[in-house]
């Protein structure tokens, strides 16, 4: 159940009429859709293992500003302390299906919507699928978790990726792409969940974004050329690789969550599945050539 008393500390709610109701999807967080006096709102619920998971409710609200003015996110309404419930305006539109992230123009709204938040500023948090898959590994051994044997194979293909790529400069990065995070207004495409949030690579958001919808090699070609407007063949090599980290990166997430989870969920099977992923992807023969390529 949602909080009264949280909701009376929103700024300007206080005794006034409102209704609540909770929003499906989502694994780690309680979401609902608060109405008052004819508003409707987002409010957030964070989860208390956020933090074990490098979630940061502060950088997430601070994310989520920047992602508003810049047209992409929804605007933050409040943040009520110590909970760090994060309240939203609601966003009216359609959910983008999966089908329909195929389609040129789709991919083309999408890189476009991607591009404004690389381009939002700056927050004080630094955002690393390598260092957050070794966080993950710490904290899941000291909470009684053990590392699947898969683990120690995804180790040697992080350490060949990160080798390979060339510096970047940092940007913000959404890093959690998945399709139920995208709301087509109308006018734009616009993104919401912004608490894994940080300053990174932003190949990893287009590799998180490709893996999660399963592009073909072209639909990857239109992203990057929307985006950039060309295509090297050394940005798709990136992106390609970064499919890979964000495999292991969701493998780790699940390796982590069966530590310290109590939800009723399928934790090892999700692992399992982006580890298979991740090391299909790796046996890939193209896979030197991206290494390669990568770091031109």
Not at 36 to 46: I, L, M, Q, S, T
Not at 62 to 76: F, I, N, Q, Y
Not at 194 to 200: D, N, Q, R, T
Not at 231 to 251: G, I, K, P, T
Request: aromatic share 8%.
């Amino acid at each position: 159940m949602l909080n009264a008393s949280v909701l009376d500390r929103v700024p300007g709610w206080h005794g006034r009429p409102r209704t609540a109701e909770p929003l499906t999807g989502g694994i780690t967080n309680r979401n609902y859709r608060v109405a008052v006096d004819g508003e409707v709102f987002v409010v957030r619920v964070p989860a208390e293992s956020g933090s074990l998971l490098g979630i940061d409710r502060r950088i997430e609200r601070e994310a989520s500003r920047l992602a508003a003015a810049a047209g992409v996110g929804p605007d933050v309404i409040a943040f009520v302390e110590p909970e760090g419930v994060l309240v939203t305006r609601f966003i009216e539109g359609q959910p983008v299906r999966d089908h329909t992230i195929h389609d040129p123009v789709m991919l083309e709204r999408i890189a476009q919507s991607l591009r404004r938040i690389h381009q939002a500023g700056s927050i004080a948090s630094a955002f690393s699928p390598f260092r957050v898959v070794e966080a993950y590994a710490l904290t899941a051994t000291r909470h009684g978790g053990r590392l699947p044997a898969t683990h120690e194979r995804a180790q040697e293909v992080a350490v060949a990726i990160e080798r390979a790529l060339s510096p970047q400069p940092l940007v913000l990065c959404h890093n959690d792409l998945l399709n139920a995070n995208f709301i087509d207004d109308g006018v734009s495409i616009r993104i919401v969940d912004w608490e894994y949030a940080g300053m990174g690579d932003r190949f990893f958001d287009f590799g998180n974004f490709a893996v999660n919808h399963q592009l073909t090699e072209d639909d990857e070609a239109l992203l990057l050329m929307a985006y950039f407007g060309r295509v090297a063949a050394s940005q798709h090599a990136r992106l390609r690789l970064m499919r890979l980290m964000s495999d292991y990166r969701e493998a780790m997430w699940g390796v982590l969550q069966q530590a310290i989870s109590e939800l009723d969920f399928d934790f090892a099977g999700y692992a399992a599945k982006h580890f298979d992923r991740l090391l299909a992807g790796a046996a890939d023969p193209h896979f030197s050539d991206w290494l390669e390529q990568a770091g031109a």
